[in-house]
């Protein structure tokens, strides 16, 4: 073996390309998510969800850690136990209706608040008892650092703070 290592970069066409095609063959169709994608689509909402794979990561890391409350900053979805409940926040009214739209047609709205409003507004007025098990931050990339920030006060000890990093255009 070399001392000088190739090392291959890899962009944003290698990760679309690699998850189209795990998610082709290994997960299962889900109609509730495909109904809500299509309501999404007609709405007008970006495609920017995470994608089929990683919404079933966030429902492992979930299951994992015994995830009952959950913070998702940026509404698109959310990796949701059975008997868990989600905080959603969200800044674009019409993203908030699609969204309830969904919720209420997968029948999980008695599960999910959705609250309207610029996120690190939102994140400074909770104070969750108890706190957060996980937080999911997909929203507005220059408030990242903001909303982590936000999040370590907000997410229990030992729990998981997730950052979804991949910037659309």
């Given at each position: 073996m070399s001392a000088k290592q190739d090392i291959v970069v890899t962009g944003l066409e290698d990760w679309a390309?690699?998850?189209?095609y795990h998610n082709s063959f290994l997960l299962e169709k889900d109609s509730g998510l495909d109904a809500a994608l299509a309501n999404s689509d007609?709405?007008?909402?970006?495609?920017?969800?995470?994608?089929?794979a990683q919404g079933k990561l966030l429902m492992?890391?979930?299951?994992?850690?015994?995830?009952?409350r959950i913070l998702?900053?940026?509404?698109?979805?959310?990796?949701?136990?059975?008997?868990?409940?989600?905080?959603?926040l969200e800044i674009d009214e019409n993203h908030a209706r699609v969204a309830r739209e969904n919720l209420a047609n997968a029948g999980l709205s008695?599960?999910?608040d959705i609250v309207l409003g610029k996120g690190i507004d939102s994140m400074a007025k909770l104070t969750p008892e108890p706190p957060f098990d996980l937080v999911f931050i997909d929203a507005d990339k220059p408030s990242n650092a903001?909303?982590?920030?936000?999040?370590?006060?907000?997410?229990?000890?030992?729990?998981?703070?997730?950052?979804?990093?991949?910037?659309?255009?």
């Open positions: 390309r690699s998850d189209e007609s709405n007008g909402l970006p495609e920017i969800a995470v994608s089929a492992l890391l979930a299951a994992s850690i015994e995830a009952k998702e900053v940026g509404t698109l979805g959310g990796a949701l136990p059975e008997d868990g409940k989600l905080i959603t008695s599960k999910v903001q909303y982590f920030t936000e999040a370590k006060r907000l997410v229990r000890k030992g729990g998981v703070i997730v950052h979804h990093y991949l910037a659309f255009s």
